[in-house]
């Protein structure tokens, strides 16, 4: 697929601008610029399907930047007692970004084996995303009021259409609760 807009010169002949031109400019246009690289020649806000990576971007201030990138809030939580929900079923391919919960309240420590844990695991595969360590809440770490408290998969994160996902939130021992919460999952999505 031609990546690059090529429109005719003034030397261009007419034959050459009408059967080859015009059309490979349709044709980038139509695919969004796809292909394995990026366009040599891009301009401000144009996007671009990157095959290779599988993502679609946008050229702005001079970098491509990826586009499709979203937020679902997972549940609303307590903060006082474990919690498993499931997301809502995507029609589309995505890669999971992050999962993280945003505490409305700050907490102090907990003592030593006291721990929040969390998991995303695709119920469909099966398979864990996370592996299980320390989280806030652990030997004196502390959840921040409206700061996330972001985690990034360590497995394969791909998500295929309509896959089924649950974000389980568990407890080791018994640590400070957290309040009021907000569970949420980050993804991009795919193209390939």
Same mark, same amino acid.
């Given at each position: 697929? +031609? %990546?690059? &807009? %090529? *429109?005719?010169?003034? /030397?261009?002949?007419l034959p050459t601008a009408v059967t080859q031109n015009l059309p490979n400019m349709a044709?980038?246009?139509?695919?969004?610029?796809?292909? $394995?690289? &990026? !366009?040599?020649?891009p301009i401000e806000g144009q996007v671009c399907r990157h095959t290779g990576f599988g993502y679609r971007y946008r050229y702005i201030n001079g970098v491509w930047q990826p586009i499709d990138d979203f937020t679902i809030p997972v549940a609303q939580w307590a903060g =006082?007692? =474990?919690?498993?929900?499931?997301?809502? @079923?995507? $029609?589309? *391919?995505?890669? +999971?970004l992050?999962?993280? +919960?945003? $505490? &409305?309240t700050s907490t102090a420590g907990s003592a030593n084996g006291k721990q929040w844990t969390k998991q995303l695991i695709n119920w469909t595969t099966p398979a864990f995303l996370f592996t299980p360590g /320390?989280? @806030?809440?652990?030997?004196?770490?502390?959840?921040v009021a409206n700061? @996330?408290?972001?985690?990034? $998969?360590?497995?394969?994160s791909t998500i295929q259409p309509n896959e089924i996902v649950q974000f389980v939130l568990g407890m080791d021992g018994? !640590? %400070? =609760?957290a309040g009021q919460s907000l569970l949420y999952v980050k993804g991009r999505r795919r193209f390939d």
């Open positions: 697929m +031609v %990546q690059d &807009f %090529q *429109k005719p010169t003034l /030397s261009t002949d044709d980038a246009l139509r695919s969004e610029f796809s292909g $394995p690289d &990026f !366009p040599a020649d =006082a007692a =474990a919690l498993a929900a499931f997301l809502t @079923p995507l $029609p589309f *391919k995505y890669d +999971v992050s999962a993280g +919960v945003v $505490p &409305f /320390s989280e @806030p809440g652990t030997n004196g770490d502390e959840f700061t @996330p408290w972001d985690h990034t $998969p360590d497995a394969s018994a !640590p %400070q =609760a």
